[in-house]
């Protein structure tokens, strides 16, 4: 959507196709695991276009239809339908789904979160006031939804295999704090132990740990990750390795590129092949490519963002900008953990390489601009100090 | 042509991306609430504002023609 509308600002005034194996038209996403869920919205909120935008960019939709083949030498898309689409420039924005576990089975009551039919689903089960509910993860997606549902006034268990949640991302300290905000607010927080199995008669009524323990749950979320939808491009030519490869201008091969959350590329400020589950990435990349694909082969511009993106976990709004690992250095920038309100910098390899704040969007902010900069671990500490003092 | 910048201050979550894109039109404080330092911006900073309406997370900022 977000290309699409980009096309148009920038004069391409060809036909444009949009092809989803939704029946929505596109919709934005962040808030089904918030606003949706929580009841506070209603569906029309969360819609992207409507019927006067949508005439006004002069789109063509394939709506509950997918692609099901690509070929690059032709240049021609097809649909599950049959129809065949041929193009000039496409765009991959295939997305990602999410990860289930198989010994979930047929039982009824556990779900995904990923698109706007789960979120509703979701959100009918909250309204049913389910006794006891678990979360399979504690990933940003798994958190949030505990979260909401412990704001709905409900029991909730969130398990998560790792030691520490978020380690991998936020290292042990900092992990240790989010998780933290959870008990606080009387989340049961189970870590280091993965779940076993379901059990339940049709519907869940158990999960089963590893080590033996046994949750009642008669309602279970699932959010243990995503993988990118590249399926339908195998044999196609492109090369795919957790997601579409593509060069620092994210083409994945003439007059073919990707975005979103299908797209890993060389992030050259970060020396890193990347691939972003962000909505800030989504809608940055979408416009970027966009206008890679206007300006064609002239365009030697690499794509080296900060991927940055947020959180709502109770009354906290924890943002995280950069590329952290559990292994950087870590600093507290400002406020304190005590009070959950505060800014933590990560430093990797003689460079500031993320910046993690709790309620501190204006700090975030500065030292994301620093990371774009490629501000070094000292400059940063020194500047941490300076505004200190 | 003038243009005028809006926040619906309801949806305002202050993330703060809009500070980053346009420092010289939005600010987020140390209090946390977003301040518009220009409403009235101009032409030269146009292509930032409209930027900070794009990727604004909230949605919250809008541009009134006129």
């Known amino acids: 959507m977000r290309t699409a509308e980009t096309l148009r600002k920038e004069g391409f005034d060809g036909n444009i196709h949009l092809v989803g194996d939704e029946p929505h038209l596109p919709y934005d996403r962040p808030p089904l695991s918030k606003q949706i869920l929580s009841g506070d919205w209603d569906l029309e909120r969360v819609a992207l276009t409507d019927p006067a935008k949508d005439d006004e960019l002069s789109l063509e939709w394939h709506l509950g239809d997918k692609a099901t083949q690509l070929s690059v030498e032709e240049k021609i898309v097809s649909l599950d339908s049959g129809t065949d689409l041929s193009f000039d420039g496409l765009v991959i924005a295939t997305g990602a789904r999410c990860i289930s576990l198989r010994m979930a089975g047929d039982l009824e009551g556990i779900y995904t979160l990923r698109g706007l039919d789960d979120a509703l689903a979701i959100r009918s089960e909250l309204e049913a006031t389910p ?12 958190a949030e939804v505990a979260a909401t549902a412990r704001q709905r006034g409900l029991e909730v268990t969130m398990i998560e295999a790792a030691e520490v949640p978020f380690e991998r991302v936020l290292g042990p300290e900092m992990g240790t704090v989010t998780a933290d905000v959870h008990r ?49 491009l195998e044999g196609s030519g492109l090369t795919l390795d957790n997601g579409v490869l593509c060069d620092d201008s994210c083409e994945a091969a003439p007059a073919i ?48 963002p900060t991927p ?34 505060f800014a933590t910098a990560y430093g990797r390899e003689g460079k500031l390489v993320g910046i993690l704040g709790f309620n501190r969007p204006r700090h975030v902010m500065q030292y994301k601009q620093m990371i774009a900069d490629g501000t070094s671990w000292e400059d940063a500490i ?8 | 042509m003038g ?23 939005f600010e987020v404080r140390d209090d946390d609430f977003l301040y518009i330092l220009a409403e009235e911006p101009g032409g030269d900073l146009r292509a930032q504002v409209e930027e900070s309406v794009q990727r604004c997370p909230k949605q919250a900022i809008s541009i009134a023609e006129g």
């Open chain 1, 131 to 142: 006794q006891k509910v678990v979360v399979v993860g504690a990933g940003f997606i798994g």
């Open chain 1, 184 to 232: 606080d607010h009387g989340v049961e927080v189970i870590t280091g132990v993965a779940v076993e199995s379901f059990k339940g008669n049709r519907r869940v009524e158990k999960v089963i740990l590893e080590d033996g323990t046994e949750i009642e749950a008669d309602l279970v979320i699932v959010g243990i990750g995503v993988k990118p939808n590249t399926e339908w």
């Open chain 1, 382 to 389: 020194a500047h941490a100090e300076q505004q200190a003092s």
């Open chain 2, 3 to 25: 243009y005028r910048v809006e926040v619906d201050f309801d949806l305002c979550e202050s993330n703060a991306i809009c500070m980053q894109i346009a420092p010289e039109v």
């Open chain 1, 257 to 304: 590129v990707a975005a979103g959350d299908v797209a890993r590329w060389p992030n050259r400020l970060f020396n890193e092949n990347m691939r972003v589950e962000h909505w800030d990435n989504a809608v940055e990349q979408g416009v970027f490519v966009a206008r890679r694909l206007l300006a064609g082969k002239s365009n030697t511009e690499s794509y080296s």
């Open chain 1, 308 to 341: 940055w993106f947020w959180t709502d976990q109770f009354d906290r709004k924890i943002q995280l900008a950069g590329r952290t690992r559990s292994t950087d250095e870590i600093r507290i920038v400002t406020g304190s953990i005590e009070e959950r309100r």
